[in-house]
């Protein structure tokens, strides 16, 4: 008797510290989500020349100046943010996905720090290779789950990406 009751206030424990657990991690999210339109506009405190004097440093850019590096810093690292977020909070079987987006906005910001003269200009050229790895994964994900919901066996799933069917008739699958 005494085990039945112990381990019921032991569960009780462990669920109101994953509620917890919960509770801070989707306040930071929620906070993160707020504070994005004040920190796109932090890049208006920065000095209107390309050399930034302190006391403690002096910093030089190649851009026109350094609220424009701001501008672009900011106009990447922000969706990158959000991004992120929406990536470590999705459920659905779809999320992968969003590492495309997510490269994309990474490379540019590598671009921006690294002061690049060619600003979001090969970053394509990045993503085709992870994009040939997604793209179909997340397909076949998606084809995987829909045909354990139409109840259909493997057998004949196989034997459909086996027909050769028109450009068309492809396109129309795709929607079924």
Request: charged fraction near 15%.
């Amino acid at each position: 008797m005494m085990d039945k009751s112990t381990n019921k206030s032991t569960d009780t424990k462990s669920h109101f510290r994953t509620a917890n657990s919960s509770l801070f991690v989707g306040s930071v999210v929620v906070f993160l989500i707020t504070a994005s339109p004040y920190l796109f506009y932090s890049y208006e405190s920065l000095p209107d020349s390309q050399v930034w004097e302190t006391y403690f440093f002096t910093i030089t850019t190649v851009f026109p100046s350094w609220i424009s590096f701001g501008w672009y810093f900011v106009g990447k690292a922000i969706p990158l943010m959000l991004l992120f977020l929406w990536f470590f909070t999705c459920k659905h079987w779809w999320h992968w996905i969003i590492l495309v987006p997510i490269s994309m906005y990474a490379f540019q910001l590598w671009g921006v720090i690294n002061e690049s003269n060619n600003l979001d200009s090969l970053e394509i050229y990045y993503l085709i290779p992870l994009m040939l790895v997604l793209v179909p994964s997340v397909y076949l994900i998606r084809a995987k789950i829909f045909n354990g919901l139409r109840n259909a066996d493997l057998d004949s799933f196989e034997k459909d990406l086996q027909l050769e069917k028109s450009t068309w008739q492809q396109i129309k699958d795709l929607f079924n």
